[in-house]
């Protein structure tokens, strides 16, 4: 509730349960919104407009796949958190993204990776750059690896089938 004054929300209920919901499965002492499941984003996403921003590389979009939002109002923003091959963090990172004309201090931001930690990292950035809405997407594109190495298997927006197209 503290979160839900602080930030003061509009009168946009669904993003209002949003926030509620990923501040409780935030880590402690962090600015940024929370954590939230593949699932609750896309349900959002269907109905409200918002950004999710895809932080792997280019590589990764091409050969693992991107999520597919041609069915809603949002938007879907490719931008590297770290760069390949040396996997140092972007240093125009937030420059770029803080210069896509659709995004605003408000406008509800989805960060998502293969697995959770790179978003996790751009969101925690984008909200001490002063982005109110900033969430990190649970288990990412893929999720953790199972007991045989595979992903997609355990968690993640492929594993929640929901929408996405190959690169």
Partial sequence: MAFRLATKLSADSAL????DKAAQRKHPGSKYAGE???QE?????KLNRSVIVDVRTAAEWQFVGLPDLKN???QLVTISWKLYPSFAINPKFIGDLMAEPSIRKDTPLFFICRSGGRSQDAAIAMANEGYQYCFNITGGFEGEADTMNHRSTKQGWKHDNL???QG
Avoid at 16 to 19: D, P
Avoid at 41 to 45: L, P, T
Wanted: hydrophobic share 40%.
């Fill in 16 to 19: 209002c349960q949003m926030v």
């Fill in 36 to 38: 939230i499941s593949p």
């Fill in 41 to 45: 984003v896309y349900d959002y996403a």
């Fill in 72 to 74: 809603t109002p949002s």
């Fill in 163 to 165: 929408p996405w197209v």
